[in-house]
């Protein structure tokens, strides 16, 4: 948790959240969200400043430092304004809504994010990251306060003007569209796209800075499954392999870095999220699946080494983040001097840690303007091959030095202060996390990572269902209660899904089903078809919201629509299958306009519009045929095939409810047997689980 700087504490003080602690000591008069500061702000005639951010961004604890913990700079702004603080993580509809007033007024966005609104929440100014004194043109607190004072005070009608059209055209802007009938020419259209984005040299999409979108990545796997286009399997390979090489990768602590500020993958901007930890997971497992390469597996299981190690709580729940700084500096955790090397590493390591991981006495790690800071990055130069060479080692020396390397400096690292943890346990996220677990579980055949997904999900059924059954946000241990978002039902919804698929637990399938209708409930919108972010009774700002683009983590849209499908296609029900094609139909104007920014849409899509199967595996789960099958499937890359199994010798009378065309399956001749069915019309069954798969994919199957 963090720690409350000493001294006089204003209201954030009683917060669970993390990064409202970190304000708590500010001088800064901050409230937390409530309808009663949009009530102190009417009766003192005084406009909100609003703040958003995160508990661990960089520019967020910047602009704490420099203007929220100044007295000169509190005092304007506690005169001219009510101030409100905000964790983008605790309240992501504040967030995205305010986020999308900064970016059309603006023309970009960031946190920390800066709004300006009338007591109406109605906002007329916005940006991000302000210094306290004017610097290279950007304007500093120090002068936008008294400018934003006197056009509040002297042309209040003009002021009232601008943010009623701001709203309005906000309003707008996030309407729904009507439905309409997706292309089936979108597919492609998203894989040409991403083609003509993607960088050839480099790996990922764009240029600097370059964030790890997993959703394209899971996108172009698919299409690859469906299509057999080998550019896009290689656009897939040759960026994880870039990031798995570069300085965004942790190479002793394992894990990814939030992204990376340049093209190359090698500066990170160093915080870690738990969403990119979990999305790289089912990256690098479904990679594994599908190209069978040993470096895909490996990374996986890094990764979630580092997530089982330092973000798993005792309890079983993960929490949300660690912070890039610790001692004031960005990134000093994960660098080393020259010097530090040379004083822990022997002779031969120090020679082997230049040679593999780019080292310098300079540093490789520079500041903004380019100079050296002393400091280095390890990282893996581009064309390493997957077994890196050493200083004149055969491969098993160079293994067993790197391994050594690997011991001290970690050890080394145990001894420095450590970033800030977020410790807050998020109900999406978690699901995120659940699904990686038990897609790895299943792929690389580990029951441990099934057993963590477990405990993660009791973790949430004891600590984030309430009384009634519906779903928290997230737990700060104790404090108050932030209820779900449709992105907590959609996420837990995947995690769910993909457990049951490793552990064919029957309880598993009947919570997949009733978090599907409480979504449906809570969340649909049943004019217009898809989900908004918030349910019927929340006290949003302005409009409720119905996001649908994907940023660093798919919309919950997105993620809605794919677990409907399934779960619909598995179970028979054609309710669920509606849903899913309506949130399909509502979003199909605007995935028409720019369809990389919905790949993961566009993968559910992909899965409406083609034919997909269901597996039935009839047989005991302790005897050998069966488990062929089972792990024939699981290790697979099958990403749209769902599956379920019947014990025969102890049948689970629920299992035939919630799958009733499974009643009349049998083993056959007394062994296990498959069925394979599309459109809920089953194939004859099969003992041979080589021929299932021949069925499901019509090719040899890789990885396994």
């Known amino acids: 948790m963090a720690e409350i700087s000493e001294g006089k504490t204003n209201r954030l003080a009683g917060s669970g959240s993390p990064y409202l602690l970190q304000h708590a000591g500010n001088p800064v008069d901050w409230h937390p969200w409530s309808p009663e500061v949009f009530l102190k702000a009417r009766s003192e005639d005084k406009p909100v400043f609003l703040s958003i951010g995160y508990s661990t961004c960089h520019w967020c604890h910047v602009m704490e430092k420099e203007s929220f913990s100044d007295p000169e700079v509190a005092a304007m702004m506690n005169e001219t304004f009510v101030c409100v603080k905000v964790d983008r993580e605790e309240r992501p509809d504040v967030d995205h809504l ?13 946190w920390p994010l800066t709004i300006v609104m009338t007591p109406d929440r109605e906002p007329f100014f916005a940006g991000t990251y302000f210094p306290r004194e004017d610097r290279y043109g950007q304007p500093g607190m120090m002068q936008i306060i008294p400018e934003i004072k006197e056009l509040w005070e002297g042309d209040r009608e003009k002021v009232y003007s601008n943010a009623r059209e701001i709203s309005e055209g906000i309003r707008t802007f996030m309407a729904p569209d009507l439905p309409a009938s997706p292309g089936d020419h979108l597919s492609e259209r998203t894989y040409l796209s991403l083609a003509d984005q993607y960088d050839s040299r480099h790996g990922g999409f764009g240029s600097a800075p370059k964030f790890p979108v997993f959703s394209n990545l899971l996108f172009l796997m698919r299409y690859w499954g469906r299509t057999g286009e080998s550019q896009a399997l290689a656009m897939v390979r040759q960026t994880l392999d870039a990031m798995r090489k570069g300085g965004i990768y942790d190479h002793m602590g394992y894990g990814l870095h939030r992204y990376s500020t340049d093209e190359r993958w090698f500066a990170p901007h160093f915080e870690k999220m738990l969403y990119d930890q979990a999305l790289a997971v089912l990256a690098y497992t479904e990679a594994f699946g599908a190209t069978g390469e040993e470096q895909f597996r490996e990374t996986a299981r890094e990764i979630l080494s580092y997530a089982l190690r330092d973000l798993q709580s005792p309890e079983g729940g993960f929490y ?69 060479e050493g200083p004149g080692m055969s491969s098993n020396q160079l293994d067993n030095t790197l391994k050594r390397i690997r011991e001290k400096l970690m050890a080394a690292r145990a001894s420095r202060v450590r970033p800030m943890r977020d410790d807050k346990i998020m109900t999406d996220w978690n699901g995120l996390m659940i699904a990686a677990l038990a897609k ?8 441990s990572y099934a057993d963590a997904a477990e405990k993660a999900l009791g973790f949430i059924q004891r600590n984030l269902m309430d009384k009634k059954g519906g779903l928290l946000h997230l737990h700060y241990g104790e404090g108050e209660e932030v209820a779900a978002f449709l992105d907590d039902y959609a996420y837990l919804l ?19 089903l009733r978090l599907a209708s409480e979504m449906v409930d809570q969340f649909g919108d049943t004019e217009n078809g898809g989900f908004f972010l918030t349910p019927g009774d929340n006290n949003s700002p302005l409009t409720r919201q119905k996001p649908s683009f994907d940023g660093a983590i798919p919309s919950g849209n997105a993620v809605a629509a794919m677990s409907l499908l399934r779960l619909s296609r598995l179970t028979a029900r054609q309710d669920l299958e509606e849903e899913g094609h309506k949130t399909l139909r509502a979003f199909a104007t605007e995935m028409e306009t720019g369809p990389a920014g919905f790949t993961h849409m566009i993968s559910a899509l992909d899965m409406a519009q083609n034919s997909t199967a269901e597996v039935i595996i009839v047989g005991d789960p302790h005897k050998d045929d069966t488990k062929r099958f089972i792990q024939a499937m699981q290790r697979s890359y099958l990403p749209t095939v769902t599956s379920a199994l019947v014990d025969p010798g102890a049948p689970d009378p629920a299992i035939k409810e919630l799958i009733p065309y499974v009643s009349d399956m049998k083993t056959v001749d007394g062994k296990a047997a498959a069925y394979v069915c599309r459109n809920f019309t089953c194939l004859p069954p099969t003992t041979d689980p080589q021929e299932m798969l021949g069925t499901l994919s019509g090719k040899k199957v890789s990885g396994s």
């Not at 995947?494 to 997949?512: F, N, P, S």
Request: overall charge negative; some cysteine.
């Open 98 to 110: 305010y986020m999308t007033v900064c970016q059309l007024l603006t023309g970009s966005g960031g």
């Open 440 to 447: 790895a579980a299943g792929a690389f055949q580990e029951s």
């Open 320 to 388: 949300s983040a660690e912070d890039a700084d610790s001692e004031g500096e960005e990134g000093k955790f994960y660098t080393w001097t020259a010097g530090e090397l040379d004083e822990l590493l022997d002779e031969e390591e120090a020679l082997a840690v230049k040679e593999v991981y780019n080292t310098s006495d300079a540093g490789n790690f520079l500041t903004g303007s380019g100079q050296p800071t002393g400091r280095n990055i390890l990282y893996l130069s581009p064309d390493t091959k997957s077994h890196p």
């Open 494 to 512: 995947w995690g769910v899904l993909e457990l049951h698929q490793y552990t064919y637990r029957a309880d598993l399938l009947t919570l997949a």
